[in-house]
């Protein structure tokens, strides 16, 4: 009998089994060089040298107003209450675009920082990191259901299931720590389009995100409940059954897959406790994310928990805020942004700050960004809320080769609509990936036929914003 296959599949265990243990540094060692080759998350190199590592994906979920926040209008205040009109195809037979009424910030602007950008008063912390920042003013999507443009801003696909940007991320470049998961999304709750903002779809499976979610117990039921020397040789056992059974079904995604997280959640049970363990920062740090000893939750947890992630190898984690009671989907009444932003600009302001005291900044990507924006107008003078509005909204960058205190594009007088260097959000994946060192022309995956990547036969890289 030809044993081979069971002793190499027997190795590839042991490599993740015995790293997460700390035993025999030296065959773990060994081991992953022997083995990098066939395994999906190996560290791969990008297609151009990059100081990037990591990327940490802020999404507020719901629609962020990007003139009550990062896109000042002056005449828009002047002309609140002012009747617009529109001739274009997209408002056609649109009902409720017949009357309608421009609607003036909630908030004011001021300059900030030596860079001069304004921003309101929504976000006094994050305005004060502003000289760190790259603003993107012209965004534009091309749907306005929070669940498509979720989907689009996550997959680069409006319509049908694609790979998430993480995933796609993790799949490019793989990790550099085989027992955390390569990509992570921290959230409270479900987003809009559900657990495809973190899927791998035809990817393989070892790239989907894995989710945490903050409280007592972030991640159900990975506490050990069996000694390690049992627990291995259990999964040795297993690892060499189902290697059988895979020489037997060659091709099989879903079945190396699963192989593989069952490697990687043997991992997680001696290295994710500790990475989310908060408790072992100091006061200060845990004072400069707004967060109190002991807090398990909030937005504040998930940042500085996505740092701790990164730090330990990490290739993306992403935080999704909808808010402790509702989300961004201000429609009523945009006295939901005044209670929302609170919650999110300390803690990202922390985080940025953080990050560059530990000089992180060169190595992770920060991206701030939503699924459209709201509309700066609405179908009464007097509505105290916004629509969604996928004309034109704003996201920004910070860190790994960004070009920092600097706005990139403009919408018109009014916020309707990027009219200066406008960047679709294919152009926004695509700026993302070569930031990480990957081309998204180059970055494929052959399914169904076709070579299918994150934008799809889109997408410009949008040099203005590199450093």
Not at 9 to 23: D, G, I, P, Q
Request: hydrophobic share 35%.
């Amino acid at each position: 009998m030809d044993r081979s296959p069971l002793l190499q599949s027997r190795r590839t265990f042991l490599r993740s089994s015995v790293a997460s243990s700390l035993l025999m540094p030296g065959l773990v060692h060994q081991l992953m060089a022997a083995d990098q080759a066939a395994d999906p998350l190996a560290p791969r190199a990008s297609h151009f040298p990059v100081k990037a590592k990591a990327v940490i994906f802020l999404f507020m979920s719901g629609g962020v107003s990007h003139v009550d926040t990062f896109d000042p209008k002056p005449k828009l205040t002047t002309d609140h209450g002012k009747k617009v009109t529109f001739d274009h195809p997209e408002t056609r037979n649109r009902p409720g675009y017949e009357s309608i009424y421009l609607k003036k910030p909630d908030w004011q602007f001021q300059p900030r920082g030596a860079s001069g950008i304004e921003v309101s008063s929504l976000f006094p912390e994050v305005g004060g990191c502003v000289d760190d920042l790259c603003v993107i003013r012209s965004l534009h999507t091309s749907h306005s259901n929070h669940y498509n443009a979720t989907l689009g801003m996550h997959t680069g696909s409006f319509a049908f299931t694609r790979p998430s940007i993480g995933s796609w991320v993790s799949y490019g470049l793989g990790t550099e720590n085989q027992n955390l998961p390569s990509f992570v999304a921290i959230a409270p709750q479900m987003p809009y389009a559900g657990t495809q903002v973190w899927g791998s779809d035809f990817l393989p499976g070892a790239h989907q995100g894995t989710r945490v979610v903050p409280g007592p117990e972030p991640i159900l039921d990975l506490a050990q409940r069996l000694p390690t020397n049992q627990q291995a040789r259990e999964l040795a056992a297993l690892r060499a059954l189902n290697a059988t059974h895979q020489a037997d079904r060659p091709g099989d995604p879903q079945l190396a897959a699963r192989i593989r997280s069952f490697e990687t959640a043997f991992g997680m049970q001696f290295e994710m406790p500790d990475a989310l363990n908060l408790d072992q920062e100091p006061d200060e740090t845990l004072g400069l994310y707004g967060l109190k000893r002991g807090q398990t939750d909030g937005f504040g947890w998930q940042c500085l928990a996505a740092r701790r992630l990164v730090e330990r190898g990490v290739r993306f984690v992403e935080l999704i805020h909808s808010g402790s009671s509702g989300n961004w989907d201000s429609h009523g009444d945009m006295a939901d942004h005044g209670r929302l932003a609170p919650q999110v600009d300390k803690p990202i302001a922390g985080l940025l700050q953080d990050l560059k005291r530990r000089g992180l900044m060169d190595e992770v990507l920060v991206v701030w960004t939503t699924e459209f924006g709201r509309t700066p107008f609405n179908n009464t003078a007097d509505n105290k809320g916004r629509e969604h509005h996928n004309w034109a909204f704003t996201s920004w960058l910070a860190g790994a080769g960004v070009r920092p205190g600097m706005v990139h594009g403009a919408t018109d007088e009014h916020g309707i609509r990027a009219v200066e260097k406008p960047v679709h959000v294919h152009d926004f994946h695509a700026t993302i990936l070569h930031l990480m060192g990957l081309d998204h022309t180059k970055l494929t995956y052959r399914h169904a036929g076709r070579d299918y990547r994150l934008t799809d036969v889109h997408g410009v890289v949008t040099h203005d914003v590199l450093a």
